[in-house]
């Protein structure tokens, strides 16, 4: 009997996920597609009430974009490494936080076209966020 329960759960989570996949809105869909022709392993997530984000890979790198419901684009962040960020970057992040341990770094561009970077650095048992104007002035949230 519980292997009847722990079967039928299964289901019910597996169809809870290909349905949830399946609640992207078409315009999104179609916005995405247009903007990153190509693109393969697209896996949707929704952000907020009306906010999408894709995750994927296109040209052989791996990138997220967020998307409105109404199919408008609103970002897109890849991944890069530490040596690729803007040296004024690197010095704003070295003078502050130089002894912590690098997580991950990615470039964020915006519809409005603006650029930022994110840092992840680990702090004691935490993941913490930093994000850099391409000037090096670090942002607060």
Not at 35 to 61: I, L, Q
Not at 101 to 116: F, H, L, P, R, Y
Request: net charge neutral; charged share 30%.
């Amino acid at each position: 009997m519980k292997k009847f329960y722990f079967i039928s759960a299964a289901l019910m989570a597996a169809q809870t996920l290909i349905f949830a996949q399946t609640k992207t809105p078409a315009s999104v869909i179609d916005a995405f597609k247009n903007k990153f022709p190509n693109a393969t392993v697209v896996k949707w997530d929704k952000e907020n009430a009306h906010e999408y984000e894709a995750s994927f890979t296109w040209n052989g790198s791996k990138f997220s974009s967020n998307f409105s419901d109404m199919g408008e684009w609103l970002e897109t962040e890849s991944a890069i490494t530490f040596d690729q960020l803007p040296e004024k970057v690197k010095q704003t992040f070295n003078k502050g936080h130089k002894e912590e341990k690098i997580k991950a770094v990615a470039k964020i561009e915006n519809s409005k076209g603006q650029t930022k970077y994110e840092v992840e650095v680990k702090k004691m048992e935490k993941t913490i966020e930093l994000f850099y104007n391409t000037d090096g002035t670090e942002l607060k949230d």
